[in-house]
């Protein structure tokens, strides 16, 4: 059982081997989409960390704003060194409920994060804001910024835990690259214009 995605030829052609080292396509490409699953590469950097069965967050192009929970199902046993790409791992995340692989299409192109820790009500900061050294810009009571050196723990893409350096509450700077922006200046609010209408 599967769905026949593509047929190459026509009826009345033949069919032979692929030379060696010159691919050919297939005859007929079958889909089997009753066990849909997330294929991608990781970096070799983080593959040490990676264990099957850890969970897993997959989102979809095709479905933004969601997230879908999975598992990592397969770890490839061996690192791609494709030339002018990073060494990576290949891995496999199927996903926990079967009703959403019902509604999914096969070649749907989807990102995957492997979830290796997890910190409950930890103080954390957009990971963006950090600078070399784990250093922040911090908005202080004077109203400069002020340089700061952070401790961290886990991390990932998006946000950074904060172990010791800022207090909840404390406002940084969360684009530090943008020119201009240093130790000590004064931090200036831009307002935003409003418009008025008059009755005449």
């Known amino acids: ?6 047929v190459n030829g026509e009826i009345g052609e033949y069919l032979t081997p692929s030379p060696p080292g010159i691919p050919t ?4 490409d079958l889909i089997d989409d009753s066990c849909l699953y997330v294929s ?16 897993a967050r997959v989102t979809l192009d095709a479905y933004r704003g969601r997230h879908f929970e999975g598992k990592l199902r ?9 030339e002018k790409q990073a060494r990576t791992v290949d891995v496999e995340v199927q996903f926990d409920s079967p009703d959403i ?7 749907y192109s989807a990102d995957v994060e492997i979830v290796t820790d997890a910190r409950d009500h930890a103080l954390r900061i957009p990971t963006a804001a950090l600078t070399t050294g784990n250093r922040v ?7 400069r910024l002020e340089a700061r050196k952070l401790d961290t723990g ?3 893409a998006e946000f ?15 684009s530090p690259e943008r020119i201009g922006l240093q130790d000590g200046i004064a931090a200036v609010e831009e307002k935003q214009p409003t418009v008025e209408t008059r009755a005449k």
């Open 1 to 6: 059982d599967g769905v026949v995605a593509e």
């Open 25 to 28: 396509l297939p005859a007929v």
């Open 40 to 55: 991608a590469p990781i970096d070799e950097i983080d593959a040490a960390r990676l264990q099957v069965g850890m969970p």
């Open 74 to 82: 397969r770890i490839a046993p061996y690192v791609l060194a494709l």
């Open 101 to 107: 692989v019902r509604h999914l299409l096969v070649g």
């Open 137 to 143: 810009l911090v908005l202080n009571a004077a109203g």
């Open 154 to 156: 886990i991390s990932n």
């Open 160 to 174: 950074t835990e904060v172990t010791a350096g800022l207090k909840r509450g404390e406002r940084v700077v969360t």
